[in-house]
Protein backbone atom coordinates (compact mmCIF):
# COMPACT_ATOMS: atom_id res chain seq x y z
CA UNK A 1 0.00 0.00 0.00
CA UNK A 2 1.69 3.62 -1.13
CA UNK A 3 1.23 6.26 1.19
CA UNK A 4 2.54 9.43 1.66
CA UNK A 5 2.44 12.06 4.11
CA UNK A 6 4.17 16.11 3.75
CA UNK A 7 5.14 17.51 7.19
CA UNK A 8 6.85 20.95 7.78
CA UNK A 9 5.71 24.58 9.43
CA UNK A 10 2.47 26.01 9.00
CA UNK A 11 3.44 28.94 9.32
CA UNK A 12 6.42 30.85 8.28
CA UNK A 13 7.59 34.34 7.82
CA UNK A 14 7.97 36.50 4.87
CA UNK A 15 11.99 35.77 3.68
CA UNK A 16 12.11 32.87 5.94
CA UNK A 17 13.11 29.63 4.00
CA UNK A 18 10.43 26.74 3.74
CA UNK A 19 11.36 23.26 4.62
CA UNK A 20 8.56 20.46 3.56
CA UNK A 21 9.52 16.66 4.51
CA UNK A 22 7.51 13.83 2.07
CA UNK A 23 7.81 10.75 4.12
CA UNK A 24 6.32 7.74 2.21
CA UNK A 25 5.63 4.54 2.53
CA UNK A 26 5.09 1.44 -0.18
CA UNK A 27 7.74 2.14 -2.78
CA UNK A 28 11.52 2.90 -2.78
CA UNK A 29 12.93 5.87 -4.48
CA UNK A 30 15.85 3.66 -4.71
CA UNK A 31 13.85 1.84 -7.67
CA UNK A 32 14.10 2.06 -11.25
CA UNK A 33 11.23 4.80 -12.51
CA UNK A 34 10.19 5.53 -9.26
CA UNK A 35 9.74 9.58 -8.96
CA UNK A 36 8.18 11.98 -5.90
CA UNK A 37 6.72 15.22 -7.24
CA UNK A 38 5.76 18.24 -5.20
CA UNK A 39 2.87 20.41 -6.08
CA UNK A 40 1.42 23.10 -4.41
CA UNK A 41 -2.83 25.01 -4.78
CA UNK A 42 -3.34 28.42 -3.48
CA UNK A 43 -6.44 28.56 -1.54
CA UNK A 44 -8.86 28.56 -4.25
CA UNK A 45 -6.95 28.63 -7.22
CA UNK A 46 -5.31 25.80 -9.10
CA UNK A 47 -2.92 22.95 -8.91
CA UNK A 48 0.78 24.02 -10.24
CA UNK A 49 3.65 21.37 -10.22
CA UNK A 50 7.04 22.48 -8.04
CA UNK A 51 9.72 19.94 -8.55
CA UNK A 52 10.80 16.68 -9.10
CA UNK A 53 13.46 13.65 -8.15
CA UNK A 54 13.72 10.87 -9.45
CA UNK A 55 15.56 7.31 -8.77
CA UNK A 56 18.83 8.64 -10.04
CA UNK A 57 18.70 12.09 -8.03
CA UNK A 58 17.87 13.80 -11.19
CA UNK A 59 15.91 17.06 -10.32
CA UNK A 60 13.72 18.84 -12.24
CA UNK A 61 12.05 22.22 -11.31
CA UNK A 62 9.61 24.85 -12.27
CA UNK A 63 11.54 27.50 -14.03
CA UNK A 64 9.68 30.25 -12.07
CA UNK A 65 10.86 29.19 -9.27
CA UNK A 66 13.78 27.34 -9.99
CA UNK A 67 16.32 30.00 -8.25
CA UNK A 68 14.36 29.21 -4.74
CA UNK A 69 13.96 26.09 -5.00
CA UNK A 70 15.50 22.78 -4.04
CA UNK A 71 14.70 19.15 -3.97
CA UNK A 72 16.04 16.36 -2.49
CA UNK A 73 15.88 12.42 -1.19
CA UNK A 74 17.10 10.21 1.49
CA UNK A 75 16.62 6.81 0.31
CA UNK A 76 17.11 4.92 3.79
CA UNK A 77 14.51 6.99 5.63
CA UNK A 78 12.25 7.03 2.41
CA UNK A 79 11.83 10.83 2.62
CA UNK A 80 12.09 13.52 0.12
CA UNK A 81 12.71 17.14 1.22
CA UNK A 82 11.34 20.38 -0.80
CA UNK A 83 13.04 24.14 0.37
CA UNK A 84 11.62 26.91 -0.76
CA UNK A 85 13.77 30.20 -0.24
CA UNK A 86 12.46 33.83 0.32
CA UNK A 87 9.07 32.84 1.02
CA UNK A 88 6.46 35.61 0.31
CA UNK A 89 2.59 35.82 1.65
CA UNK A 90 1.67 34.44 -2.28
CA UNK A 91 3.54 31.34 -1.31
CA UNK A 92 0.60 30.22 0.95
CA UNK A 93 -0.77 26.75 -0.37
CA UNK A 94 -1.41 23.88 0.64
CA UNK A 95 1.82 21.68 -0.42
CA UNK A 96 1.63 18.20 -1.87
CA UNK A 97 4.14 15.48 -2.66
CA UNK A 98 2.73 12.68 -5.13
CA UNK A 99 4.31 9.79 -6.87
CA UNK A 100 5.27 9.39 -10.44
CA UNK A 101 7.10 7.30 -12.18
CA UNK A 102 9.40 7.29 -15.58
CA UNK A 103 9.10 4.06 -17.97
CA UNK A 104 9.47 4.58 -21.64
CA UNK A 105 8.48 8.27 -21.20
CA UNK A 106 6.41 10.11 -17.96
CA UNK A 107 3.22 8.89 -16.05
CA UNK A 108 0.95 10.18 -14.21
CA UNK A 109 0.79 11.09 -10.39
CA UNK A 110 -1.23 7.48 -9.11
CA UNK A 111 -0.73 8.40 -5.43
CA UNK A 112 -0.91 11.74 -3.47
CA UNK A 113 -0.57 13.07 0.31
CA UNK A 114 -3.02 14.92 1.88
CA UNK A 115 -1.23 18.41 1.71
CA UNK A 116 0.31 20.56 4.35
CA UNK A 117 -0.88 23.98 4.30
CA UNK A 118 1.26 26.81 4.67
CA UNK A 119 1.09 29.97 5.71
CA UNK A 120 3.06 33.24 4.90
CA UNK A 121 2.45 35.70 7.27
CA UNK A 122 4.36 38.40 9.73
CA UNK B 1 5.81 25.20 -21.54
CA UNK B 2 2.66 23.04 -22.48
CA UNK B 3 -0.43 25.40 -21.47
CA UNK B 4 -3.39 23.52 -20.21
CA UNK B 5 -7.02 24.80 -20.79
CA UNK B 6 -10.78 23.47 -19.78
CA UNK B 7 -13.84 24.52 -20.40
CA UNK B 8 -15.99 25.78 -19.35
CA UNK B 9 -14.81 27.05 -16.02
CA UNK B 10 -17.86 25.36 -14.43
CA UNK B 11 -21.14 23.64 -14.90
CA UNK B 12 -24.16 23.57 -12.82
CA UNK B 13 -25.62 19.72 -13.95
CA UNK B 14 -29.31 18.48 -12.81
CA UNK B 15 -28.44 15.17 -11.04
CA UNK B 16 -28.48 11.76 -13.98
CA UNK B 17 -27.68 14.50 -16.56
CA UNK B 18 -24.68 13.98 -18.48
CA UNK B 19 -21.57 16.84 -17.59
CA UNK B 20 -19.08 17.17 -19.91
CA UNK B 21 -15.81 19.00 -19.85
CA UNK B 22 -12.80 20.02 -22.28
CA UNK B 23 -9.49 20.37 -21.89
CA UNK B 24 -7.12 21.69 -24.58
CA UNK B 25 -3.19 21.61 -24.59
CA UNK B 26 -0.96 23.75 -26.68
CA UNK B 27 1.16 21.26 -27.85
CA UNK B 28 0.56 17.77 -28.67
CA UNK B 29 0.87 15.37 -25.90
CA UNK B 30 0.56 11.81 -27.63
CA UNK B 31 3.97 10.59 -27.61
CA UNK B 32 4.89 8.86 -30.77
CA UNK B 33 7.15 6.42 -29.40
CA UNK B 34 4.53 4.42 -27.55
CA UNK B 35 1.36 6.04 -29.03
CA UNK B 36 -0.26 7.35 -25.76
CA UNK B 37 -1.52 10.81 -25.07
CA UNK B 38 0.29 11.96 -21.68
CA UNK B 39 -3.26 13.34 -20.49
CA UNK B 40 -4.85 12.63 -16.81
CA UNK B 41 -7.60 13.37 -15.22
CA UNK B 42 -8.11 14.32 -11.48
CA UNK B 43 -11.43 15.26 -8.97
CA UNK B 44 -10.72 17.48 -5.93
CA UNK B 45 -13.28 17.73 -3.18
CA UNK B 46 -13.23 20.40 -1.00
CA UNK B 47 -10.32 19.25 2.04
CA UNK B 48 -9.23 16.64 -0.40
CA UNK B 49 -5.99 15.90 -2.61
CA UNK B 50 -6.24 15.18 -5.88
CA UNK B 51 -7.91 11.80 -7.38
CA UNK B 52 -6.61 10.47 -10.15
CA UNK B 53 -9.30 9.57 -12.22
CA UNK B 54 -8.61 9.19 -16.26
CA UNK B 55 -5.07 8.74 -17.41
CA UNK B 56 -3.47 7.65 -20.71
CA UNK B 57 -6.55 10.26 -21.48
CA UNK B 58 -9.04 7.26 -21.53
CA UNK B 59 -8.02 4.63 -19.19
CA UNK B 60 -9.95 4.97 -15.71
CA UNK B 61 -7.81 4.74 -12.61
CA UNK B 62 -8.69 1.59 -10.50
CA UNK B 63 -11.65 2.08 -8.30
CA UNK B 64 -13.16 4.73 -10.48
CA UNK B 65 -17.04 4.27 -11.62
CA UNK B 66 -17.43 3.35 -15.24
CA UNK B 67 -20.00 6.96 -15.60
CA UNK B 68 -16.06 8.46 -15.73
CA UNK B 69 -14.93 8.27 -18.99
CA UNK B 70 -12.14 10.13 -21.48
CA UNK B 71 -11.83 10.81 -24.72
CA UNK B 72 -9.62 12.50 -26.77
CA UNK B 73 -6.29 12.83 -28.62
CA UNK B 74 -3.20 14.94 -29.52
CA UNK B 75 -4.68 18.56 -28.18
CA UNK B 76 -8.20 17.86 -27.30
CA UNK B 77 -9.58 16.12 -24.42
CA UNK B 78 -12.85 15.59 -22.55
CA UNK B 79 -14.12 14.03 -19.81
CA UNK B 80 -17.55 12.86 -19.42
CA UNK B 81 -19.50 11.77 -16.99
CA UNK B 82 -22.41 10.18 -18.35
CA UNK B 83 -25.01 10.06 -15.33
CA UNK B 84 -23.96 12.45 -12.63
CA UNK B 85 -24.42 11.87 -8.88
CA UNK B 86 -24.75 13.99 -5.85
CA UNK B 87 -21.03 12.33 -4.59
CA UNK B 88 -19.35 13.78 -8.33
CA UNK B 89 -19.59 17.58 -7.14
CA UNK B 90 -15.95 18.32 -6.88
CA UNK B 91 -13.55 20.52 -9.00
CA UNK B 92 -12.20 18.94 -12.25
CA UNK B 93 -8.29 19.44 -13.41
CA UNK B 94 -6.60 17.76 -16.23
CA UNK B 95 -2.95 17.87 -16.44
CA UNK B 96 0.34 17.20 -19.05
CA UNK B 97 2.31 14.89 -18.46
CA UNK B 98 4.26 14.79 -22.13
CA UNK B 99 7.30 16.93 -20.59
CA UNK B 100 8.39 19.17 -17.48
CA UNK B 101 7.25 20.80 -16.04
CA UNK B 102 4.18 19.30 -16.08
CA UNK B 103 0.87 21.45 -15.86
CA UNK B 104 -2.31 21.52 -14.99
CA UNK B 105 -5.86 22.91 -16.15
CA UNK B 106 -7.22 25.60 -14.71
CA UNK B 107 -10.04 23.48 -12.95
CA UNK B 108 -13.76 23.30 -13.87
CA UNK B 109 -16.23 23.36 -10.87
CA UNK B 110 -18.93 20.64 -11.63
CA UNK B 111 -22.50 21.40 -9.18
CA UNK B 112 -25.72 20.07 -8.91
Known amino acids: QVTLRESGPALVKPTQTLTLTCTFSGFSLSTNGMCVSWIRQPPGKALEWLAL???????YYSASLKTRLTISKDTSKNQVVLTLTNMDPVDTATYYC??????????????WGQGALVTVSS | DIVMTQSPDSLAVSLGERATINCKSSQSVLYSSNNKNHLAWYQQKPGQPPKLLIY???TRASGVPARFSGSGSGTDFTLTISSLLAEDVAVYYCQQYYSTPFTFGPGTKVDI
Open chain 2, 56 to 58: WAS
Open chain 1, 53 to 59: IDWDADK
Open chain 1, 98 to 111: ARTTYGDHWYHFDY
